[in-house]
């Protein structure tokens, strides 16, 4: 899969952004310039909506200056503990929105709101409204494995890692849903290439 | 390698996913202008000293940056400036359960520009996965009332320690998750919805963003739900009601204890 790992490539250069275990207003900076794409477009594709996912990526970062002490390069890479963040943080979304992702997604998707915000204008104009839709049809898990591998440009073992799942597991995953969002986004009339 | 080759089927679709431009430069320098304040004024700090991990982390921030710029205010001889107004204006009510307070705002808290630099040190909070309720019991040193009765299916499955003075029970039915974080000592969160109040069990039980709030033995519990089905007031209220320190009582829940 030549294009996620180019993108992985160029995302996996920033080790050297922690080396020590106070967070100064240098290296804050560092790792905002840093992850503050990725992190932003994980969650967008988690819960395509755009006001939301800017609160949601300010707690992210909130909880990686609160929690830095606490990273220990022996366990794991910075960007797979900030991932963690990230997806728990998401998980707490949907916790407290008490409702089963997809369902409530495919619930909006049946009533594409005749007025949409500027936010989602924003999304429509651009030419990603296809496959925000498509996105809206995974289930939960195949919507988080995408976004980790596409978004944050994690490799399959550091997804597989997070989730607790083998690396088979996730390539399977990653599979089936490339075919969903495939199937979807013809149906939608999305013309490639 | 075969996956990677089936995956390659899909090139098309693997440049449209990362390739998408989800306007993230848009929002890019608010979410930095946030962080920036909240590093400054302390925020994040004095957070994690109350908090230690406990969810709503973000929210609570905000109660104690209305602390602090409201103090801001009155030392100055009340030459309270428009954002100041701002913010108090914003706050709309407070609701105590327990050791927990809700503060309702109207708004958002609004955006401050500030160019001084200050030290943005972090303070630890940590998280421990353990097994059995007997474990999270003496990790908090309190004999804590558990559910007897969940609806039926969900098993109890791990708990989780959020410092000294937090613990979250998850309970799972396949997909479906509950999770019961119970916490001793001052909390709170806040929210720009409403608040609604409901006596369940003989409890004020509070609704907010989503999360059951009520107080038991001097501990907040704290109900948050992942499934299909919303729970009715019934269903609470036989969660509630039942909630008992004889977690044993029910050993198709409690299958680890």
């Known amino acids: ?193 | 390698m075969a996956e990677e080759q089936n995956i390659d089927e899909f090139k098309e679709v693997c440049a449209l996913l990362v390739n998408t431009d989800v306007n993230a430069e848009m929002h890019r320098e608010r979410i930095y202008n946030r962080l920036e304040f909240q590093i400054e004024t302390g925020v994040i700090q004095q957070n994690n000293e109350k908090m230690e991990g406990i969810y709503m982390k973000r929210s609570f921030n905000k109660s104690i940056a209305v602390a602090v710029l409201t103090g801001v205010c009155l030392v100055g001889g009340f030459s309270t400036t428009a954002l100041g107004q701002g913010i108090i204006q914003s706050v709309v009510g407070y609701f105590q359960v327990g050791n927990m307070t809700i503060t309702q705002y109207d708004k958002e808290l609004p955006k401050i520009e500030s160019s001084a630099k200050g030290d943005k040190n972090a303070v630890r909070g940590n998280t421990e996965q353990i097994t059995t309720i007997k474990e999270a019991r003496t990790n908090m040193k309190i004999d804590f009332v558990v559910p007897t009765w969940l609806p039926e299916g969900y098993k109890y499955m791990k708990s989780v320690m959020h410092g000294d003075n937090a613990v979250e029970l998850v309970y799972s039915k396949d997909e479906n998750l509950v999770s019961l974080l119970l916490s001793k000592g001052e909390n709170g969160i806040s929210t720009t919805g409403v608040v609604k109040t409901e006596t369940i069990a003989g409890k004020s039980v509070y609704f907010a963003n989503g999360i059951v709030l009520w107080e038991q033995d001097g501990l907040t519990y704290e109900l948050y739900q992942m499934s299909e089905k919303n729970s009715d007031l019934e269903t609470l209220g036989k969660i509630i009601g039942t909630m008992s320190t004889e977690a044993d009582l029910n050993n198709e829940l409690y299958p680890k204890n």
């Open chain 1, 1 to 193: 899969m030549e294009i996620a790992q180019m993108n992985a490539s160029v995302y996996r250069k920033d080790n050297e952004v922690v080396s020590g275990k106070e967070m100064s207003s240098v290296k804050f900076d560092q790792i905002f310039d840093n992850y503050y794409k990725r992190v932003y477009k994980y969650i967008c594709y988690q819960i395509n909506n755009q006001n939301m996912a800017e609160d949601l990526c300010s707690q992210v970062f909130e909880k990686v200056i609160a929690k830095y002490k606490t990273y220990s390069p022996e366990k794991s890479s910075f960007e797979v503990w900030l991932f963690a963040i990230a997806r728990n943080i998401v998980t707490d979304y949907h916790r407290s929105n008490k409702k089963k992702f997809h369902l409530s997604l495919d619930a909006i998707l049946e009533i594409i709101s005749p007025n949409p915000s500027l936010e989602e204008e924003v999304i429509t104009e651009e030419g990603n409204k296809e496959l925000f839709l498509a996105l809206r049809k995974l289930s939960p898990k195949e919507r988080n494995i995408i976004s980790m591998k596409f978004a944050a440009g994690l490799k399959n073992s550091e997804i597989a890692g997070l989730l607790g799942i083998s690396g088979a597991n996730v390539g399977v995953v990653l599979h089936r849903s490339l075919k969903k969002l495939h199937k979807s986004l013809e149906m939608g009339g999305y013309e490639h290439g």
